[in-house]
């Protein structure tokens, strides 16, 4: 993750809402059009209400490309599974912070692992819950939605958190958003401090994946500059 610092704002396509069925094409088509990094989805059906899919599905992707993989565990039980997907392949590993409050010791764990650490808050958390560990991660995602499904319609209340946890931040650490990320949101998520954006329906449900990435990135730009 850290080769792409220099390279945010970022798109990361949300794998969540790919086309399982012609995965092979679908990468093609993000990487085609300049995707820096894949995110991937994962929920257990307990800690959020729903299933997607877990460490072995990500290690036959990662077979597929050489993209970076930011894994989001949405899971009841993170230190139990981090290990999992590290071997699959992962990049870097968020964990939230309602699964795991104290969580200092994954996150140095994850590290060790080499991979990048990060922590994740749902909208109704407050940035204080993870104050204590910001310096120890290299990501910060903020959820703009519940999470458990996509295409849900962005929660305003996550642009305040964005605002707050970038006066935190090093320059050397990503600040996260995701759900509900379109075009008519993206622009105001970077406006308060976000430089990687996790894109679900604003990529997936147009024809073509490279104006899609594109018009979010041109978004970005015009709010910003």
Known sequence: MKSLLGKRPLIAPSMLKCDFANLHTDIARLEAANAPLLHMDVMDGHFVPNLSYGALVIEK????????????LMISDPEKYYQDYVNAGCDAI????????????????????????????????????????????????VMSVNPGFGGQKFMPVALDKLSAIKELLRDDQFLSIDGGVALDTIGECAQH????????????DKDDYSEAVSGLLAEINIKTR
């Open 61 to 72: 992707i990662r077979k597929c490309t050489d993209l970076p993989f930011d894994a989001h």
């Open 94 to 141: 968020t964990i939230h912070i309602e699964a795991v409050p104290e969580p200092g010791e994954l996150l140095e764990k994850i590290r060790a692992s080499g991979c990048s650490p990060g922590l994740v808050l749902n909208p109704d958390t407050p940035v204080e819950a993870i104050k204590p560990w910001i310096s120890a991660c290299d990501l910060v995602l």
């Open 193 to 204: 401090g976000a430089n990687l954006f996790v894109c679900g329906s604003s990529i997936f």
